[in-house]
């Protein structure tokens, strides 16, 4: 660990995640976490598309989405970066209260997912 090069990491988000069938134990993290907090990193728990998916939803969450009042919003149902169904209903949660119509897919084939009765 005090080998390691930490300075490349930082300012950047850090995804800490091991995909191989190996037993790690949680101070291990906490290790990586700490040595990556000296260097003012964001460590976060996940491989590289859960890490992605927490960042945009937070991300989404902090945003005024007063810009999307009454509108009709269309969610894209691909894009670079596949999303979880949580952060489907995530989207649904903050949007619904707020906009007129929500459908999911694409221009040519949404499916209607909630339409104001206002």
Same mark, same amino acid.
């Given at each position: !660990? *005090?080998?390691?090069?930490?300075?490349?990491?930082?300012? &950047?988000?850090?995804?800490?995640?091991? %995909?191989?069938?190996?037993?790690?134990?949680?101070?291990?993290? !906490? +290790?990586?976490?700490?040595?990556?907090?000296?260097?003012?990193?964001?460590?976060?728990? /996940?491989?590289? *598309?859960?890490?992605?998916?927490? #960042?945009?939803?937070? =991300?989404?969450? &902090?945003?005024? +989405? $007063?810009?999307?009042? *009454? /509108? &009709?919003?269309?969610?894209?149902?691909? /894009? %670079?970066?596949? #999303?979880?169904?949580?952060?489907?209903?995530?989207?649904?949660? #903050? +949007?619904?209260?707020?906009? =007129? %119509? #929500? !459908?999911?897919?694409?221009?040519? $084939? $949404?499916?209607?997912?909630?339409?104001? &009765?206002?």
């Amino acid at each position: !660990m *005090n080998k390691h090069d930490w300075s490349q990491y930082e300012n &950047k988000t850090v995804a800490l995640y091991c %995909s191989a069938d190996a037993i790690i134990p949680n101070w291990a993290y !906490m +290790l990586v976490a700490s040595k990556l907090n000296e260097f003012s990193a964001q460590c976060i728990y /996940g491989n590289e *598309n859960q890490v992605r998916e927490k #960042l945009l939803l937070e =991300s989404f969450a &902090k945003d005024d +989405l $007063s810009v999307f009042a *009454n /509108g &009709k919003i269309l969610v894209k149902g691909c /894009g %670079s970066f596949e #999303l979880s169904p949580e952060a489907y209903v995530t989207i649904t949660n #903050l +949007l619904q209260p707020i906009v =007129s %119509s #929500l !459908m999911f897919g694409e221009a040519c $084939s $949404s499916v209607p997912v909630f339409k104001s &009765k206002v």
